[in-house]
């Protein structure tokens, strides 16, 4: 019993810092958008609310492998190696499954086919001292309300929330992929994937998105 609780605390931990790291993510992306065009816009990777998964499977990875490092020089080398295999990977698992991709860097000195660069690794080696030194400890003050009823609610609801958005994404994802190549809608799920998730709405929520035909990996 002992050991299945431990269990659960531990999803639950990776749970929340996937969605915390999501959401950071989120703003970060929004907040550049702000600086660098002048514009407000939602940076988002998920079609309901501010998620930005890659993000999240960052602050995952950087739980399990970074959180008792000491040395900073140790963990921001760490964090540039990881982030950049993440931001490498995401960007081609979306391509495969979506025909997109959110981000090109093949205009920047030392990228890795567009997918990341030298001076992304070095931004997620910084995000990388920032987890460790000061979201960490705060991520850490909020799950200790573990045995809280009212944390264990909206746990559910979060758990509930996002298990559907992210199927939904994806889902509405591959069926615009599948419009893109002139598919056409075979089953019922398509077609109310096409109905309440057309090419309109998709681009308006993934305004950064590409389509991509063909592309080296």
């Not at 995952?60 to 080398?77: A, E, G, N, T």
């Given at each position: 019993m002992k050991k299945e609780n431990k269990i659960i605390k531990e999803f639950i931990n990776i749970f929340w810092i996937f969605v915390i790291g999501s959401v950071v993510g989120s703003i970060i992306e929004t907040l550049l958008e702000i600086l660098v065009d002048g514009q407000f816009q939602l940076r988002t990777g998920l079609i309901y609310g501010g998620f930005i998964p890659v993000y999240g499977v960052g602050?995952?990875?950087?739980?399990?492998?970074?959180?008792?490092?000491?040395?900073?020089?140790?963990?921001?080398?760490?964090?540039?190696?990881?982030g950049g295999i993440i931001e490498y990977l995401c960007s081609y698992v979306q391509e495969i499954f979506f025909g997109t991709i959110s981000w090109d860097y093949s205009h920047m000195t030392y990228n890795l086919n567009g997918r990341t660069s030298l001076v992304h690794c070095i931004f997620w080696g910084i995000l990388g001292i920032f987890f460790t030194v000061i979201a960490y400890p705060m991520i850490l003050k909020f799950l200790s309300n573990y045995g809280k009823k009212e944390f264990k609610i909206i746990t559910l609801v979060m758990i509930i929330f996002m298990s559907i958005n992210i199927v939904l994404s994806c889902a509405a994802g591959s069926r615009q992929n599948e419009r893109t190549h002139g598919i056409p809608a075979d089953n019922i799920m398509d077609e109310l994937l096409d109905k309440y998730y057309p090419d309109q709405r998709m681009d308006r929520i993934y305004s950064n998105k590409i389509v991509v035909l063909k592309r080296d990996s």
């Open positions: 602050a995952v990875l950087y739980y399990f492998i970074l959180r008792k490092m000491q040395d900073p020089v140790k963990v921001f080398l760490y964090s540039m190696i990881l």
